[in-house]
């Protein structure tokens, strides 16, 4: 190497420790953005390790899944987070912003799994649902003898005579979760497939169709906080709400899981694979923050400790499903070491 390159690498090196100095020096705590879902987990794990470590507890703070990965990779730095959660995965538009923003070095950790409860309040009684009919009662466009068509039902009893004639109410997450990316993913996207019209559309009619949430006051965006969509279905007893399985297992008093194909959200059901609406949870740590945050390696340790993760942790006693024996075996060395995740095929 020439003079003159190394020269100018002693100078970049230099530069790149200033500016990660920079970060220890105008932040002391770790923080935390990301999933609603996520967020009850996380925030007991702030609480041990602020009360069992030496550090202060991390800044917890409830974003939504989209909006946390959009703050997380913004760049590196004090003014941006350590930690994102995730209701789904990173996407591959995500991971490629953070490159971009020369957050190069993102370790994936799967801290266990969760179901997406419909749920009700426990002054009425369930009815059994299909995949077929949530997407009936929440599509912005459904299919009709054939035709595609803006959503004309008004009553559960229209989609199905079994059902009682009260008017569809559904408070769920809004764009920015990934509590309604995966409820599009799982029930949306697959309950479209029963109906012939839609599923002879182009790619891209058929993807609007069978993603676009109904618009009409059927079903209302209650933003990020679930509890307050506990709330309302306490008020409202004819009405139906969308959050995590961990939101229904902290109301249990006062709300019970709908069941959808038979099966109702349980941590058997879930754990086993039998409900059919559940999916993994996720945090996303800043790799390159490790070392220079205070306590975030330590913290990653706590959170991904069998006390907390395993089977009988105390992250269980919250509502978390946990991950499979050989699994988290695999997922606690990963994060030991934060290996860099890959570019998400999708």
């Known amino acids: 190497m020439t003079t003159k390159k190394l020269a100018l690498a002693a100078m970049l090196c230099a530069v790149s420790a200033v500016a990660m100095t920079g970060i220890a020096q105008a932040r002391e705590q770790i923080r935390?953005?990301?999933?609603?879902?996520?967020?009850?987990?996380?925030?007991?794990?702030?609480?041990?390790?602020?009360?069992?470590?030496k550090f202060p507890a991390p800044i917890l703070e409830s974003t939504g899944t989209g909006g946390g990965m959009k703050l997380f990779c913004t760049g590196?730095?004090?003014?941006?987070?350590?930690?994102?959660?995730?209701?789904?995965?990173?996407?591959?538009?995500?991971?490629?912003?953070?490159?971009?923003?020369?957050?190069?070095?993102?370790?994936?950790?799967?801290i266990g799994y969760d179901g997406i409860a419909f749920a009700h309040s426990k002054a009425r009684p369930s009815f059994d649902?299909?995949?077929?009919?949530?997407?009936?009662?929440?599509?912005?466009?459904?299919?009709?003898?054939?035709?595609?068509?803006?959503?004309?039902?008004?009553?559960?009893?229209?989609?199905?005579?079994?059902?009682?004639?009260?008017?569809?109410?559904?408070?769920?997450?809004?764009p920015t979760s990934g509590t309604r990316d995966a409820w599009v993913e799982l029930v949306m996207e697959t309950g479209c497939k029963e109906f012939p019209a839609i599923k002879a559309l182009d790619a891209t009619r058929h993807g609007v169709v069978c993603k676009t949430m109904r618009e009409d006051g059927a079903f209302i965006e209650a933003g990020e906080n679930?509890?307050?969509?506990?709330?309302?279905?306490?008020?409202?007893?004819?009405?139906?709400?969308?959050?995590?399985?961990?939101?229904?297992?902290?109301?249990?008093?006062?709300?019970?899981?709908?069941?959808?194909?038979?099966?109702?959200?349980?941590?058997?059901?879930?754990?086993?694979?039998?409900?059919?609406?559940?999916?993994?949870?996720?945090?996303?740590?800043?790799?390159?923050?490790?070392?220079?945050?205070?306590?975030?390696?330590?913290?990653?340790?706590?959170?991904?400790?069998?006390?907390?993760?395993?089977?009988?942790?105390?992250?269980v006693d919250k509502g978390l499903i946990a991950l499979p024996k050989d699994e988290y075996a695999k997922v606690s060395a990963a994060a030991a070491k934060l290996q860099p995740m890959a570019k998400p095929a999708s």
Not at 89 to 104: H, I, L, R, W, Y
Not at 235 to 260: C, M, Q, R, T
């Open 32 to 53: 935390i953005v990301g999933s609603s879902t996520v967020f009850p987990f996380t925030s007991t794990v702030v609480e041990r390790f602020g009360q069992t470590s």
């Open 129 to 174: 649902l299909t995949k077929a009919e949530l997407f009936q009662a929440l599509a912005k466009e459904v299919e009709v003898n054939g035709q595609i068509v803006a959503n004309p039902y008004k009553t559960w009893d229209q989609i199905n005579p079994k059902f009682p004639k009260v008017e569809i109410e559904v408070l769920g997450p809004p």
């Open 226 to 315: 679930d509890n307050l969509i506990v709330q309302r279905l306490q008020a409202n007893p004819n009405s139906f709400g969308i959050f995590g399985y961990s939101y229904l297992e902290e109301n249990l008093d006062k709300i019970a899981g709908n069941s959808v194909s038979g099966v109702t959200p349980s941590y058997e059901s879930i754990a086993s694979g039998k409900y059919p609406i559940s999916r993994p949870l996720f945090v996303y740590v800043k790799a390159q923050h490790v070392g220079v945050i205070p306590g975030l390696k330590e913290f990653i340790a706590e959170y991904t400790s069998e006390r907390a993760m395993g089977a009988d942790g105390y992250l």
């Open 76 to 110: 590196i730095g004090s003014e941006t987070p350590d930690i994102t959660g995730a209701s789904r995965p990173m996407k591959a538009s995500e991971f490629d912003t953070c490159q971009k923003n020369g957050v190069e070095s993102i370790a994936e950790i799967r």
